[in-house]
């Protein structure tokens, strides 16, 4: 199921009705659809594919790691209920992917698919093609946000850090006296979603206990709609969609926070032109409406569109990477006391200086934790929107996906020495993991977690995540407090972390860690 921690028994039931008249509606069309298929083949064989395209919502990791390993490099096809993916796994063949033009093969339009905005995002009318309509999105993360972050980390980790404070105090502790079990994921995801409401809309918003609850609802939401609404038939998925978003509706709680705002930002930059005085701002949401075309400015509505769809895009996965990441850290207990060392002797202060780009033992570890337990099983996910060929003759018809076998990938042993081995510094310079005096493997070819050249967590080439310099300095700052903070352990290491869905996998929102405050001399 979906990472629900806060649904009603009304919701959950609304949800499973929809989602039973989906299986329904889904396998009656398919069987419809594929009568001449079914002539040709076995009727076995046909109801075996399709079972399997279902079990794909439950198994999808395993399954694409089935046929990654079936495959030998060679692209192959996923099944899923409602469409077919094409799997790639060579660099030379997601290298054609991100020669594609726009209009051949998007990103956007399988963005679109997968989070269904007009239904989630309050009536959003998402372009099928990024186009040069996107660029004031990505200069204002990939550009001005990464060189904005030395001012906003020291508000991002102190924010972080009292939050932590205030959410682990108020715990009960066990008998011992000093260790608390809160739930993990709930505590990341409020330190995530404050950092990103600072950076994108500013303090005010940050700080609207209202605005952020809902942004966190708004997350689970999306998820659940997106998924219901894919499951049906076109004809369904209309009436359905617009009755689950008026019942499931913190998308609009946002839009009406954030439409005020946007409003008197743009009145803002009018009076300013005329020579007035006016408030300076240095957020995304200022940073957007700045990058739009002069001839073509956007509308309060459109920057506010825009930025809903960036918050659900980056709360999301930053929240379930760091919770894996702080899994690891309490399955591999070795590399606390050389990570808390080198945050110790380095300090806050100089990696806020250096946007983060200070700790790379902590990067390492990072990306050691991402490599083998990625959020995400493919990556470079896109639609073809006119049929579309791969060098070697394997062809996708329009409406099919293509996507990197990004997992597979990060487990192959022609990439990555000893894949299946966790090694926190791997990635990090043999020189530095020398000089800890501890028998750590470092790997061969040092590398950043922010890097895209050797593996695909963040996509590829044109598209690769711009968010990706915020997202590891937010994520180094929220690990290095609780590495600095705590002595955590999970508090049943034994019970699953976490579970499948799609290509996904999530932790489980119920999962404990147990905490006791270090005492620093
Ligand atoms: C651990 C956290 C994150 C991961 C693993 C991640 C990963 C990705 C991936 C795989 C893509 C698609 C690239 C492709 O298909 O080639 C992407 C796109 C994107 N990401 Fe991230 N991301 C993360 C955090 C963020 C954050 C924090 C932001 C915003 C501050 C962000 C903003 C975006 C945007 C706007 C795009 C679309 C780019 C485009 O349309 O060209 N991401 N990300």
Known sequence: MLPINSYTSETGSLVLSCLSLALVFTLAHRLASSRI????????????????????????????????????????????????????????????????????????????????????MSSFNWMDKRGAEGTPLIRTLRILLTSHLPKILPDIRRAMSAHMDSAIDSLPTLEDGKTVTPKLYPLVIRGIAYSNALAFFGEDLAKNERFVKAGMDFIEQTLLIAEILRLLPKALSEPVGRFLSSKLNSSRVIFESLLPIATERVDQRARARLGHKVPEHKDCMQWIMESAPKSKPWTPERIVYELIALWFGSVHITSTTVCFAIHDLCLHPEYVEPLRGEIESTGWAAFEQTAGGCWPLLDSFMKESARVTPVESVSTRRMALEPFQL??????????????????????????????????????????????????????????????????????????????????????????????????????????????WRTFIYPFPGTRVSLNRRVVA
Not at 41 to 56: G, I
Not at 59 to 83: H, L
Not at 457 to 478: D, E, I, N, S
Request: hydrophobic share 45%.
């Open 37 to 120: 298929w079914l002539f040709r083949h076995s009727p076995v064989s046909f109801l075996r594919r399709r079972a399997r395209a279902w079990l794909f919502l439950f198994q999808g990791p395993s399954i694409i790691e089935e046929e990654f390993n079936k495959a030998g490099g060679k692209p192959f096809f996923i099944d899923v209920p409602e469409n077919r993916y094409l799997v790639v796994s060579s660099w030379n063949h997601i290298k054609e992917i991100d020669a594609a033009p726009d209009h051949v093969l998007s990103l956007q339009a399988a963005a679109k698919e997968l989070l269904q905005p007009k239904h989630t």
């Open 391 to 500: 060098s070697d003759g394997t062809a996708v018809k329009q409406g099919e996906w293509l996507c990197s076998a990004a997992r597979g990938m990060m487990m192959d042993a022609s990439l990555f020495e000893n894949p299946a081995q966790f090694q926190g510094f791997r990635f990090a310079d043999p020189a530095i993991v020398e000089k800890i005096g501890r028998p750590f493997a470092a790997g061969e070819k040092p590398s950043d977690f922010t890097s895209i050249a050797d593996w695909q967590l963040w996509g590829t080439g044109k598209c690769a995540c711009p968010g990706r310099y915020y997202a590891a300095a937010v994520m180094k700052a929220m690990l290095a407090l609780f590495i600095t903070k705590y002595d955590m352990r999970l508090t049943d290491p034994a019970a699953p972390r976490y579970f499948a």
